[in-house]
């Protein structure tokens, strides 16, 4: 475990380091602190290539104490930036550089004001870069939260029924994540854990849980996003209720058809923007051409939503050991939507097809 964060931090640091040549990092962000010392709350990380200090106030210190690695722990006399800024005042060099991440624009002038320091490089991309290769301890926990969610697909067998609501479904899949040994991300975008769309509320992606009832003729979309020691997986299924007419059918299967073109796309070293064209195409082609209303995927690791962006005209290249979700969809306003997301990883030194799937939940279309 601990070379794990030293190898870490290396790889992190080499980043850094391409940025005017910058040795020294600083660290707000609860993720990247995490993937450094595997401490995740409230504190700041200060690191170059002989130290590593975690400052932390008092009533997070000795949690500090038992989940951190490889770091030194700081208690700060307050808590929240003010102790932050008044702690690293006195560890901080006027003639270094400092990569920062993201900790806003009032911190990141008090800290160049109280220290007088200019040299503050604000940029986030080199922690993404290096976060969007996972190590093997990264993979084990996405691929144990992707077998979490599949389990919950099969209780959505056994729950779905006409007359339970989106909100009675939610609360019985809440209740077995935890059961299971899941947790959940904190969206700042939804105050739900679970998407869960039946019917018309199905026709927009990010709905939002509601009392509605399901009904025969329904399509349900149940996208479930949950984490394991810290790390995300993300799935979508669409289920019918009773019967489903043969157009609904036909739409569904335009979805998987594209669906598993883009997992057919993925593999190492293929430009991003292309996996988002075979699945845009492909449903464009087959006369929804403005009803494939978002990416086609994105990153998972620490956030639920990270680079790399499998999205349109993206020149980046998928790399062994990212882990991205490929997710078309298509949407009638006011009618139904339709999504399929699967959790992959790119590797190409294991697997003929050069990807390998978290998810084992079946794709074609289940009718309850």
């Known amino acids: 475990m601990n070379a794990t ?18 040795k020294n990092i600083i660290s707000f962000q609860p ?21 590593t ?21 700081k208690k700060t006399e307050k808590r929240g930036s003010d102790g932050a800024l008044l702690s690293l005042i006195s560890e901080l060099d006027n003639n270094c550089f400092y990569c920062i991440d993201n900790a806003g624009y009032n911190l990141i002038n008090q800290l160049k004001e109280k220290t007088g320091i200019n040299k503050i490089i604000v940029n986030e991309d080199p922690f993404f870069k290096t ?44 209740y077995e994540t935890f059961k299971n040994g899941g947790g959940f991300p904190a969206y ?12 018309p509320n199905a026709a927009l992606p990010h709905a939002s849980i509601s009392d509605r009832r399901f009904k025969r003729g329904d399509f349900i979309v149940v996208d479930l996003t949950l984490r394991v020691n810290g790390y995300v997986a993300d799935a979508t299924r669409t289920f019918g209720v009773k019967t489903i007419n043969p157009e609904l059918k036909k739409i569904y299967k335009i979805v998987q058809d594209a669906q598993i073109l883009g997992l057919s796309k993925c593999s190492n070293k293929m430009k991003i923007g292309e996996v988002d064209k075979t699945c845009r195409d492909y449903i464009s082609a087959n006369g929804f051409v403005n009803e494939f209303n978002h990416s086609t995927g994105h990153g998972i690791g620490l956030d639920v939503h990270e680079p790399p962006w499998i999205r349109p005209n993206n020149e980046e290249l998928l790399m062994d050991n990212m882990t991205i979700t490929i997710e078309p969809g298509i949407y009638l306003e006011s009618k139904f939507g339709v999504r399929i997301e699967d959790s992959i990883i790119i590797d190409s030194k294991n697997h003929r097809t050069g990807i390998r799937n978290f998810n084992k939940f079946e794709k074609d ?4």
């Open 188 to 199: 700042k975008s939804t105050l739900n854990p679970f998407i869960i769309a039946s019917g």
């Open 31 to 51: 993720e990247n602190i995490f993937y450094l010392t595997g401490f995740w709350g409230e504190g700041v990380v200060l690191m170059n290539y002989n130290t």
């Open 131 to 174: 976060r969007s290769i996972k190590d093997e301890i990264e993979i084990k926990y996405i691929q144990q939260a992707a077998n979490i969610i599949d389990k919950l697909y099969n209780i959505c067998l056994e729950e779905i029924k006409e007359g339970v609501s989106e909100r009675q479904l939610q609360a019985i899949l809440v």
């Open 365 to 368: 279309l289940i009718i309850i």
């Open 53 to 73: 200090k975690l400052f932390t106030p008092t009533l997070e210190y000795f949690r500090a104490l038992e989940d951190s690695k490889e770091c030194e722990i």
């Open 5 to 22: 964060f030293t190898f870490r931090k290396k790889k992190l640091l080499e980043n850094v380091s391409k940025i005017n040549n910058c």
